[in-house]
Each structure stands twice: as structure tokens, then as C-alpha cells.
């Protein structure tokens, strides 16, 4: 590891840079959060039904969309990885192309599909049906967040040496004691990471909620309906950081799990190639092929419902194909632009600045690296509306009315977490020799970063660009208190739109909105490979 004193003037300004940033853009909104809410205010949370029965509902629509979401994910990677099912391939890459749709998606399909007017239950079944509240929102929340314990579960049954069920199955065992006391144990890790990870996102969803939720409150559209309906920030205040509790307490069991589990998941080994898992019973063969085939459609059916949505002249009233939505959508482009503009420099920025940060933790000896390593991922469990409640009282008593900087700023803070994980990760498997040796030829740390460490961790460098450009398009809570008729999202454009019931509009610019990730990801890419192919031919 580098020493500190060898650190050349540029990359004491970036380190310099780096702990001013933290301590304005993360401290300094949480101290101004923090001394918001008076005696009264505290009082009056835990005194009124109304945000008694939010704290209610928060809890168990947490613990239910949290338990589902690792149920349905870790079932559908079971049977990706291990049931033999056919059209893998597909089922495999569905979940991932359903997390580059911007999350708010999930929850406008919802309605269009089995709303009051919806599609299943208005137009098919003929039933005036609303599932508006808990069955609707633990629905909504389900379908977006399995996705991401799909991805952590596979790569843990990925990481279990079939050679142990090998051997369990030449000791007399059968297929279900093999999953019982094997396959099933060795994934508690993966399930336990899956369940955190996604407790703290469920607790602090806004879009959903929002869209699908009806009366039933949870505390993270409180936070909003208090400060912009009502006008209290103190209670805004209270809600959000009572919120803040169990996300801190659930980013740090996390953490200590991860850490604790690294060196027992490298003890287990990897796949080998000589081992395959035992052929699954053709009954379960058949029921994960049919699980899989119904999650499959229910993805499917969110796209297609806002191509259908876009297209009839009133969803679920008058079925008439129309252009008229579509041809709307250039009244808002301002809000894309701004939302596509300010998403890319987010990605950037928060990419730059996880990179920077993840090689003074793990690369060098630098002043304050617990400090760094602290505040790179504490956003991670601070729900999105606290940090854009507690980023407006800054922005407010700093005096400063840059509109657009502040929305870029608490994207990249709220976004930056994961890149930071993704990256400190890489750069931990690289060995320090490499640093060392280009020192010695003269380089300096800023271009060993770019030119030596950067090569070599492309592809997650590319992930972490995704990720937060993916997120910010489809942020909502983070900005929905800095968003102003000089700053218009489309995000929260298509909110308001699904509010004001106009589906048509919001479905056609979510359609808009959706395309354009897609091509702006595939140029990204592209772009992505021809850098990393001249980076190489630079050594």
C-alpha cells in the first residue's frame, strides 16, 4: 500500500476534494435535518393515529415485500442455476433488462393492468376491483425489487461447489435433503446480504408507494405529504429520521455480514467443471419452468402495458388506437432532457468520485480513510426522502438557489454507495505490485488511477455508471423536494400525470423515457469497449 507522504500535489487537492464534499454535501444536510424538529414536533408523531398507523404500515409492508422479493428471487435463481429448465437463457436475462427500466415503471404498469381501470381486472374479468393498498403495494414492491436478490442469490449458488452435493447424494441422500441440508445452508449468506439490502430499499421507496398505495400510508410518502401538503418540517423531519433508525441498523448488519462471509464463501470454493449438479425430478423441473414462465410474464406485461397505454385513447374506456399520447410527449422535453442531462452527469460525477474514494481506502494510507470509507456508503441507508428533505433545508439555509447543481448533488450522494462497494471490491483484488511498479517509472497516483487500475476494472466502471444513471432517471424521493418549474423531471412529471389519472400521457413518457435509457446505455457500452481497447493499447 502507498504511503500518504509519496502522494503528489494533484492528488492531494483530489483527497482534499473528496472529504470537503462529504463533510458539505452529506454532513451538513443531516445537521441541518437534525435540528429541524422541535419537542412539539416529536410529541405530535407519536401522539396522532395518522403516523401511528404509517409506522404500522411501514413495518409490515417492509417485512412482507421483503421476505416475497428474496422468496420469489432466490426460487427463480434456483431455477436458472441449478433446476435445468429450458429457455434459460432468457429467464436468466429477463430480471437484468428489468432493472435498467427505471424503477417508477413497475408501479404505473400496475394500475394500468389491474387498477380500477385496468386491464385484468376491468377489461378481461369484468370486475370493478381496486388494489389499491397493502395486496396492490406488496405486488408493486415484489416485482421490483426481486430482480436485485435474483442476482444476489445466483451468484451464491454459483459460488457453492457442486462437488459437496456430489457427496451428499454418494452418502444415500436424496434431492430434497440435499437442498434442506446443503444447497440451502451454503445460500444463507446470499439470502441474508438480499434481505438487508432490500429491507433498507423497501423502507425508503417513494414511486411506488406513491402510484399504488391508495390510503394506505407509510412513512416515506409521509415525509412528503407533511412538508408539501401541510407545511410541517418538523414533523417531516421526525418521520424521515425515524426512518433513518432501522435503515442505519440494517446498512451495518450488512456490512459486519459481508465482511464475515467473505472469507467463508472463498473457503467453499468454486464451481469445477468436472462436477455437475444432479438432474432435478421432472415435476420440479416443470413447476420452476412454470414459476419462472409466470414472473417472466408479469415483467413482459409492465412494458407492454405502457406500449398499450400509449396507444388507446383512454386505458380501460375507449380502446381506439391513438397517436395523440405519443405525439404529446414533445411537450416535455424539457423534463427529459433535463431528468437524461442530469442523470449522465450524475453517473459521471458519483462514478469519479467512487473511484477516487474506493483507491484512498484501499490503495493508500491516506488521512481520514475511515472517514471516507464511512460517508461512501452511509447513503445507502438514508432513505430517499429524509436526504432530499434534509438537502433542501441545506440548500435553503445556505442561501445558495442553484436548482440544477442541488439535484445533481443529491443524486450522486444518494447513488454513490454502490459504486463505491463495486469498486473497492476491484480494486481489492488487484495486487499493490501493480501500483508500485508504475510509481517507480515516474507515474503519478492520479494517472496510475486512470491508466493502470482503470484498464483493469472497466467493466466495473461501466456497472457503476449504469447503476446510478439508471437510478437517477428514475429517481423520485431524492429530488421531489428540490424539483422546481426551472427544473422539471420526468420522473416526477409522469407522478403527477398518474395523479391526475391522465395514464395515456404518463404511459407514453415513460415509454419515451424507457427507449431512450436503453439507447443511451447500448451507445454507452459501445463507447465503454472502445476505451478500454485503447487503455490497453496504451501498455
Known amino acids: 500500500?502507498?504511503?500518504?507522504?509519496?502522494?503528489?500535489?494533484?492528488?492531494?487537492?483530489?483527497?482534499?476534494?473528496?472529504?470537503?464534499?462529504?463533510?458539505?454535501?452529506?454532513?451538513?444536510?443531516?445537521?441541518?435535518?437534525?435540528?429541524?424538529?422541535?419537542?412539539?414536533?416529536?410529541?405530535?408523531?407519536?401522539?396522532?393515529?395518522?403516523?401511528l398507523?404509517?409506522?404500522?404500515?411501514?413495518?409490515?409492508?417492509?417485512?412482507?415485500?421483503?421476505?416475497?422479493?428474496?422468496?420469489?428471487?432466490?426460487?427463480?435463481?434456483?431455477?436458472?442455476?441449478?433446476?435445468?429448465?429450458?429457455?434459460?437463457?432468457?429467464?436468466?436475462?429477463?430480471?437484468?433488462?428489468?432493472?435498467?427500466?427505471?424503477?417508477?415503471?413497475?408501479?404505473?404498469?400496475?394500475i394500468l393492468l389491474v387498477g380500477r381501470n385496468g386491464f385484468i381486472t376491468h377489461t378481461l374479468l369484468g370486475r370493478d376491483v381496486s388494489l389499491y393498498g397493502f395486496w396492490g403495494l406488496l405486488l408493486a414492491q415484489v416485482l421490483c425489487f426481486f430482480p436485485i436478490a435474483y442476482l444476489m442469490c445466483l451468484q451464491t449458488l454459483r459460488g457453492i461447489n457442486p462437488t459437496l452435493e456430489q457427496a451428499a447424494r454418494g452418502m444415500g441422500a436424496g434431492r430434497g435433503k440435499i437442498f434442506l441440508t446443503v444447497t440451502l445452508p451454503l445460500s444463507l449468506p446470499g439470502i441474508a446480504s438480499a434481505l438487508l439490502y432490500i429491507a433498507v430499499s423497501v423502507l425508503?421507496?417513494?414511486?411506488?408507494?406513491?402510484?399504488?398505495?391508495?390510503?394506505?400510508?407509510?412513512?416515506?410518502?409521509?415525509?412528503?405529504?407533511?412538508?408539501?401538503?401541510?407545511?410541517?418540517?418538523?414533523?417531516?423531519?421526525?418521520l424521515g429520521l425515524l426512518l433513518v433508525l432501522p435503515s442505519v441498523v440494517l446498512f451495518f448488519l450488512q456490512a459486519r455480514l459481508l465482511s464475515k462471509n467473505s472469507a467463508r464463501i472463498a473457503t467453499i470454493?468454486?464451481?469445477?467443471?468436472?462436477?455437475?449438479?444432479?438432474?432435478?425430478?421432472?415435476?420440479?423441473?416443470?413447476?420452476l419452468t412454470a414459476f419462472c414462465a409466470l414472473v417472466a410474464l408479469c415483467l413482459l406485461s409492465q412494458l407492454a402495458a405502457l406500449v398499450a397505454g400509449s396507444l388507446q385513447t383512454l386505458w380501460g374506456v375507449n380502446t381506439r388506437l391513438t397517436l395523440s399520447h405519443l405525439a404529446a410527449v414533445p411537450?416535455?422535453?424539457?423534463?427529459?432532457?433535463?431528468?437524461?442531462?442530469?442523470?449522465?452527469?450524475?453517473?459521471?460525477?458519483?462514478?469519479?468520485?467512487?473511484?477516487?474514494?474506493?483507491?484512498?481506502?484501499?490503495?493508500?494510507?491516506?488521512?481520514?480513510?475511515?472517514?471516507?470509507?464511512?460517508?461512501?456508503?452511509?447513503?445507502?441507508?438514508?432513505?430517499?426522502?429524509?436526504?432530499?428533505?434534509?438537502?433542501?433545508?441545506?440548500?435553503?439555509?445556505?442561501?445558495?438557489?442553484?436548482?440544477?447543481?442541488?439535484?445533481v448533488i443529491a443524486m450522486i450522494v444518494g447513488?454513490?454507495?454502490?459504486?463505491?462497494?463495486?469498486?473497492?471490491?476491484?480494486?481489492?483484488?488487484?495486487?499493490?505490485?501493480?501500483?508500485?511498479?508504475?510509481?517507480?517509472?515516474?507515474?503519478?497516483?492520479?494517472?496510475v488511477l486512470a491508466t493502470v487500475l482503470s484498464p483493469l476494472t472497466t467493466g466495473s466502471l461501466f456497472y457503476s455508471f449504469i447503476y446510478t444513471f439508471v437510478r437517477g432517471v428514475g429517481t423520485v424521493s431524492a429530488v421531489i423536494f428540490l424539483v422546481s418549474f426551472r427544473t422539471p423531471l420526468a420522473s416526477v412529471r409522469i407522478l403527477n400525470l398518474a395523479e391526475q389519472g391522465d395514464w395515456g400521457k404518463a404511459a407514453a413518457l415513460a415509454l419515451i423515457l424507457t427507449l431512450l435509457v436503453f439507447i443511451i446505455l447500448g451507445a454507452g457500452k459501445i463507447c465503454a469497449d472502445r476505451v478500454k481497447a485503447h487503455l490497453w493499447s496504451m501498455h
Open 204 to 238: 425508503s421507496d417513494f414511486g411506488n408507494p406513491m402510484i399504488v398505495a391508495g390510503r394506505f400510508r407509510v412513512l416515506a410518502v409521509e415525509v412528503y405529504t407533511q412538508l408539501t401538503g401541510w407545511l410541517n418540517g418538523g414533523v417531516s423531519a421526525v
Open 415 to 447: 447513488f454513490m454507495p454502490f459504486a463505491y462497494r463495486i469498486l473497492s471490491s476491484s480494486y481489492a483484488q488487484l495486487k499493490t505490485t501493480l501500483d508500485d511498479g508504475a510509481r517507480s517509472l515516474g507515474a503519478s497516483r492520479l494517472y
Open 269 to 287: 470454493g468454486g464451481k469445477s467443471q468436472a462436477f455437475a449438479s444432479g438432474k432435478p425430478h421432472p415435476v420440479v423441473r416443470l413447476l
Open 53 to 110: 398507523t404509517a409506522m404500522r404500515n411501514t413495518v409490515l409492508i417492509c417485512l412482507c415485500s421483503t421476505f416475497f422479493s428474496v422468496l420469489v428471487g432466490y426460487v427463480y435463481a434456483y431455477a436458472v442455476e441449478r433446476g435445468m429448465i429450458p429457455f434459460r437463457r432468457f429467464f436468466s436475462v429477463l430480471p437484468v433488462a428489468h432493472l435498467v427500466t427505471p424503477p417508477f415503471v413497475g408501479g404505473l404498469s400496475f
Open 1 to 51: 500500500m502507498l504511503k500518504w507522504t509519496d502522494g503528489s500535489k494533484s492528488f492531494v487537492i483530489a483527497w482534499f476534494a473528496v472529504v470537503l464534499f462529504f463533510a458539505v454535501c452529506i454532513i451538513f444536510p443531516l445537521v441541518c435535518v437534525a435540528l429541524t424538529p422541535g419537542a412539539d414536533d416529536v410529541a405530535a408523531v407519536f401522539t396522532t393515529e395518522r403516523f
Open 331 to 407: 411537450r416535455y422535453s424539457a423534463e427529459l432532457c433535463n431528468t437524461l442531462g442530469m442523470s449522465l452527469c450524475a453517473a459521471l460525477c458519483s462514478t469519479l468520485l467512487a473511484a477516487i474514494s474506493a483507491y484512498l481506502v484501499q490503495r493508500t494510507t491516506c488521512p481520514l480513510r475511515r472517514f471516507i470509507e464511512i460517508f461512501s456508503q452511509l447513503p445507502a441507508a438514508i432513505p430517499g426522502s429524509l436526504f432530499g428533505l434534509a438537502f433542501s433545508l441545506a440548500v435553503s439555509r445556505s442561501g445558495l438557489r442553484l436548482p440544477h447543481l442541488s439535484i
